[in-house]
């Protein structure tokens, strides 16, 4: 119908964009607005002074961080009325325009100019209205180079991390506050409504979440080979059940592994290891804790100086950590710790034919972490990973979707047109967009390790780097179909080298030796992951930085 009326698709796409445009001008006006309607109005006292409120109440917050003034909280209802707000949301849309304008002074340019969406914006204010002054000019700095290219995830672990380096008190009394609401609780219906199914939820610790879900996950695949033909979901429930009559009461008396100088990995059984009454938990997983940590960080005490070594981050879920946390995990009696050689993702290697091998997925995994597709950030090293019982992979049915690849790694140029199989030909792309790459006409090059130039169908184009993407221009004039009369392109960005991850290691720093050749059938010859593994943001050489961590 609309091609009828002679509107064909880039029509559509460039009206969309110019609305898109509009839209962000008229979203940064009305915060600069809020803004200049505090300074009409600054508070006369300390009583005057507009609070932020919870459910209606006030609860004695200031409306933004430290540094920020005060308002007559007088002015607040016209101002949300005006704009067509309730007198609450006007109070916080006040409270995050003065949060940005005078403690994230980098975010708020950045809106200013059209750069940055004020939502967003307003998440990244709400979340850091709590820091102080130079933990709030670290994610300043921080989320400046990357912001509109971030997810509300990520500036979580951002803002988390931020406190974890800066307020290493605060972040200790949140770790304590945490862990005291941990609990497992089952709840039986009483209304006769349950159709004899209870409610299960708890809050654990993040290593025996891990085990938790490895140990339901091996239930629900002994289920599916026993002849369960159930989905996936109604065996793991299945398997809950089957853990609880298997071992009514814990069994905590030593066993000979206790005694032994190297146990489990960190928070997991082993498959060796005996369980009630002796008999060995057969077939039981363990769970690959990554932990990535500078080498001197294990060894020391914290102390109040901030301190970028007291912080690392767990791979499996990407999360910021503090290096006390760590310490606690790998000195429990039954974790097994491992210390992986020196990774250097700056290097590229490479092997022979098309197939690539684990080690090479894992190095190529922890350099990108995300599908690289514009604006995606699927994970790309896997969340949860498990080992079967001596190295042996345990069967799994095709709906077990954890155990599967989370991307696809994308031969750039082609292996049939001469690409080699090397890790700066390898891309991450989950499976939505390596199917756009392969089938829909996306396209993409690489400009720079870690940055690729991509185009949509219709011409768009798009960077993307390891830190997000960033929208270029619509499509070139003359050419409908996306492709280019030059292939010319703006230079990007300064990129920040890929983050080296390092293990504390008893050879000198640089002395490890890359990982094992492949043998000539193609597999690699580097041993199988073992335990948990210790890795770390190693020293760059003079001029890099680190990109934001998260």
């Given at each position: 119908m609309e091609a009828a009326r002679g509107i064909d698709a880039t029509t559509v796409l460039a009206g969309a964009r110019e609305l898109h445009e509009q839209e962000l001008s008229a979203s940064a006006g009305l915060l600069r607005h809020a803004a200049s309607w505090a300074d009409l109005h600054p508070a006369v006292d300390a009583d005057e002074a507009a609070v932020s409120t919870w459910q209606g109440r006030e609860c004695g917050v200031p409306l933004a961080g430290e540094g920020t003034p005060q308002v007559d909280r007088a002015c607040i209802s016209e101002f949300a009325a005006a704009v067509g707000l309730p007198s609450e949301s006007g109070q916080r849309l006040i409270g995050d325009a003065l949060e940005l304008r005078h403690r994230l002074p980098a975010v708020w340019a950045l809106v200013q100019a059209?750069?940055?969406?004020?939502?967003?914006?307003?998440?990244?204010?709400?979340?850091?209205?709590?820091?102080?002054?130079?933990?709030?000019?670290?994610?300043?700095?921080?989320?400046?180079?990357?912001?509109?290219?971030?997810?509300?995830?990520?500036?979580?672990?951002?803002?988390?991390?931020?406190?974890?380096?800066?307020?290493?008190?605060?972040?200790?009394?949140?770790?304590?506050?945490?862990?005291d609401r941990r609990h497992f609780t089952v709840r039986h219906p009483d209304d006769g409504d349950g159709g004899g199914l209870s409610y299960v939820e708890g809050t654990l610790d993040l290593v025996d979440a891990l085990d938790?879900?490895?140990?339901?996950?091996?239930?629900?695949?002994?289920?599916?080979?026993?002849?369960?033909?159930?989905?996936?979901?109604?065996?793991?429930?299945?398997?809950?059940?089957?853990?609880?009559?298997?071992?009514?009461?814990?069994?905590?008396?030593?066993?000979a592994e206790d005694?032994?100088?190297?146990?489990?990995?960190?928070?997991?059984?082993?498959?060796?290891?005996?369980?009630?009454?002796?008999?060995?938990?057969?077939?039981?997983?363990?769970?690959?804790?990554?932990?990535?940590?500078?080498?001197?960080?294990?060894?020391?005490?914290?102390?109040?100086?901030?301190?970028?070594?007291?912080?690392?981050?767990?791979?499996?879920?990407?999360t910021p950590v503090t290096a006390g946390q760590i310490r606690d995990w790998c000195g429990r009696p039954d974790a097994q710790v491992e210390v992986k050689p020196v990774i250097d993702l700056n290097e590229n290697p490479s092997v022979e034919g098309y197939a690539i091998p684990d080690w090479l997925r894992e190095r190529v995994t922890l350099r990108d972490r995300t599908c690289l597709f514009p604006f995606c950030h699927r994970p790309a090293h896997p969340r949860t990973l498990r080992a079967g019982r001596r190295g042996r992979a345990l069967a799994t049915p095709a709906d077990e979707v954890p155990r599967k690849p989370t991307v696809q790694l994308d031969h750039q140029i082609p292996y049939e047109q001469g690409g080699p199989t090397?890790?700066?030909?390898?891309?991450?792309?989950?499976?939505?967009?390596?199917?756009?790459?392969?089938?829909?006409?996306?396209?993409?090059?690489?400009?720079?390790?870690?940055?690729?130039?991509?185009?949509?169908?219709?011409?768009?184009?798009?960077?993307?780097?390891?830190?997000?993407?960033?929208?270029?221009?619509?499509?070139?004039?003359?050419?409908?179909?996306?492709?280019r009369r030059s292939e010319q392109s703006p230079p990007p960005s300064a990129e920040p080298s890929p983050r080296t991850a390092t293990g504390q290691t008893a050879r000198p720093r640089g002395g490890a030796p890359p990982p094992a050749a492949p043998t000539p059938n193609g597999r690699s010859g580097a041993p199988p992951l073992r335990g948990a593994v210790a890795t770390a943001p190693g020293e760059r050489a003079s001029g890099e930085h680190d990109p934001p961590p998260f």
């Amino acid at each position: 119908m609309e091609a009828a009326r002679g509107i064909d698709a880039t029509t559509v796409l460039a009206g969309a964009r110019e609305l898109h445009e509009q839209e962000l001008s008229a979203s940064a006006g009305l915060l600069r607005h809020a803004a200049s309607w505090a300074d009409l109005h600054p508070a006369v006292d300390a009583d005057e002074a507009a609070v932020s409120t919870w459910q209606g109440r006030e609860c004695g917050v200031p409306l933004a961080g430290e540094g920020t003034p005060q308002v007559d909280r007088a002015c607040i209802s016209e101002f949300a009325a005006a704009v067509g707000l309730p007198s609450e949301s006007g109070q916080r849309l006040i409270g995050d325009a003065l949060e940005l304008r005078h403690r994230l002074p980098a975010v708020w340019a950045l809106v200013q100019a059209g750069r940055v969406p004020a939502w967003r914006a307003r998440g990244i204010a709400q979340s850091t209205s709590t820091l102080t002054l130079e933990a709030v000019a670290f994610v300043d700095r921080q989320v400046a180079a990357v912001a509109g290219r971030v997810g509300p995830r990520q500036l979580d672990r951002l803002v988390d991390a931020a406190v974890l380096e800066f307020m290493p008190e605060e972040a200790e009394r949140r770790r304590l506050e945490a862990a005291d609401r941990r609990h497992f609780t089952v709840r039986h219906p009483d209304d006769g409504d349950g159709g004899g199914l209870s409610y299960v939820e708890g809050t654990l610790d993040l290593v025996d979440a891990l085990d938790l879900d490895a140990a339901i996950s091996d239930g629900a695949v002994a289920l599916a080979q026993a002849g369960c033909e159930q989905p996936l979901d109604v065996r793991r429930s299945m398997a809950v059940g089957e853990l609880a009559r298997r071992q009514p009461a814990l069994d905590l008396g030593p066993t000979a592994e206790d005694d032994a100088t190297t146990g489990p990995a960190v928070g997991s059984t082993t498959a060796d290891q005996r369980g009630p009454g002796g008999s060995p938990a057969a077939g039981r997983s363990r769970v690959l804790l990554y932990l990535h940590l500078s080498a001197d960080a294990l060894g020391r005490t914290p102390t109040g100086a901030p301190d970028r070594a007291q912080v690392g981050w767990v791979g499996n879920t990407r999360t910021p950590v503090t290096a006390g946390q760590i310490r606690d995990w790998c000195g429990r009696p039954d974790a097994q710790v491992e210390v992986k050689p020196v990774i250097d993702l700056n290097e590229n290697p490479s092997v022979e034919g098309y197939a690539i091998p684990d080690w090479l997925r894992e190095r190529v995994t922890l350099r990108d972490r995300t599908c690289l597709f514009p604006f995606c950030h699927r994970p790309a090293h896997p969340r949860t990973l498990r080992a079967g019982r001596r190295g042996r992979a345990l069967a799994t049915p095709a709906d077990e979707v954890p155990r599967k690849p989370t991307v696809q790694l994308d031969h750039q140029i082609p292996y049939e047109q001469g690409g080699p199989t090397s890790a700066d030909n390898l891309v991450p792309l989950c499976p939505r967009h390596h199917n756009d790459k392969t089938h829909h006409r996306w396209r993409y090059r690489r400009l720079a390790p870690g940055v690729h130039l991509w185009t949509s169908p219709h011409g768009h184009r798009f960077l993307r780097d390891r830190d997000g993407t960033t929208a270029l221009t619509g499509p070139p004039t003359g050419r409908r179909d996306g492709t280019r009369r030059s292939e010319q392109s703006p230079p990007p960005s300064a990129e920040p080298s890929p983050r080296t991850a390092t293990g504390q290691t008893a050879r000198p720093r640089g002395g490890a030796p890359p990982p094992a050749a492949p043998t000539p059938n193609g597999r690699s010859g580097a041993p199988p992951l073992r335990g948990a593994v210790a890795t770390a943001p190693g020293e760059r050489a003079s001029g890099e930085h680190d990109p934001p961590p998260f």
